[in-house]
């Protein structure tokens, strides 16, 4: 389970990767980066290149030409120089010097990956990495040629560079602007479900793309899972009457999160920005956290599969995958009816939380934490630190994502679960270390893990009756070491 909203520091990030990348050039001092091949670095590979002539000048306009020459690794799909005529001609402008400078940097980072990307690994859905400005860029193909954004094919592949590797593409990909309540309103199939949006005031929390939080901005990210106006059609809804009708006897309250009409609208409307590729077999939590939504992925992609008889709601994918600045919209083929989709294995990594993700430490180093009861939401400690745990080699066997949770002494910790579907399950979780330590659920004890125990001894059977967030706590009974992984559900069937 996954939170997707992260900060805006990218562009910050660059700007000083760029300044670190000029001090080396001219302090004798400092040891520079030197290519460990003949292969030029990105920057140099488009200078001496008269097919990209169009792009090294913007490159040279906005100074971020010795950015693309430091370490990297990158992605860039770099644009010819026919597609940078081409994007000239559709701005009714003669050169990119028309533009403003500021215009043309956010141009060069929507076009820049910070990490490598093969082509040989992209796949319908989107690139799993963001560009330079946090966007997902939206992948599709057009017979064996890969489509990105709808607008741009990639006509020549994988050129290596020291740096990273490039993909020439034969048109220009503009900086996304619209959110996902505009390509619903843009969109005249989508109608009805637009005006139920609209009319619920769901729409407010999806024209959102950043929010301030701890004075900098966060970036929200939605998916919408969209029915259009012709499957309505299909079940004798013509109008937003029809739909209220056909959804809830209490008109008065369709603002009501227990409104049957509310209901239906945001559970068509997940937290999180999921394009194809992104999604696993596993539940997905809608905006309010109240229901999940289960994605299985086999032959096709299924929403809410049913293993009674075999029922499930699909996607339309020709009408999928549109990119927006805050997320993905995609379209599916039938209603998608409000239910408590069949309990699935759920595997939470407990790093997975709001305010650890928003640190620039997140996935790069250690950080240490020391007011336990008010730093995080959902997890909560007692002694003397709390430390993220991040460490990309010589790590511990089977690491998720390569972090953990560590404390030391004498201490207490516990998480708190996103909401779990009812049902029966097993419940384990991956700890490392030297514990010994009592096991909580829920404010029960419930299993003690000695030294000796193996790292995913089960912890319990427990049979929840309702769907809900649960509390896991850890408690010390000696002086010892734990580096806390995950929480591990597994469905119990009779």
Known sequence: MKQNINIKLVELSLSILIFIGMMTACDPEIIEWQPKSDQKVIADFIADSSKYSEFH???????????????GPYTLFLPNNDAMKAYYAKKNISSINDIDVEVQKQLVFNHILLAEINANDIGLGSIKEPNALL????????????????????????????????HEIDNVLEPLTNNVMDLLEANPDFSLFTEGIKITGISDTLETTEFEYNNKMARTYFTILAVPDTIFNRYGINSIDDMIDYFTDDKANITDINNGFYQFIEYHCLDGAFFLSDFETQLYPILSFNNNILVTIDKDYMLNFSSTDSSYTGFIIEHSNIPSRNGALHTINDLLVVEDPEPVEIIFDICEQFELMQGDYYRKYYMK????ENTFKNVKWEGDYLQYYFKDHDTFTGLSNDDCLQMIGFWWLEVTTPKVMKGKYSLTGHLLGERACDVYVDGVKVKYIRFEDDVRTPWGDFEWTETTEHTIRLVA?????????TIELTPITE
Not at 57 to 71: K, P, Q, S, Y
Not at 141 to 158: C, E, P, Q, T, Y
Not at 369 to 372: A, L, P, S
């Open 57 to 71: 000048t913007m490159l040279e306009n906005t100074d971020l030409d010795a950015f693309l020459a430091i370490r």
């Open 135 to 166: 966007d997902k860029i939206a992948t599709e193909f057009d017979g064996s040629d890969i489509v990105l954004n709808r607008v741009a094919k990639v006509v020549k592949r994988n050129i290596k560079a020291s740096n990273g590797l490039i």
């Open 369 to 372: 934490f020391y007011d336990g």
């Open 477 to 485: 009974k000696s002086y010892s070491t734990v580096f806390w992984d």
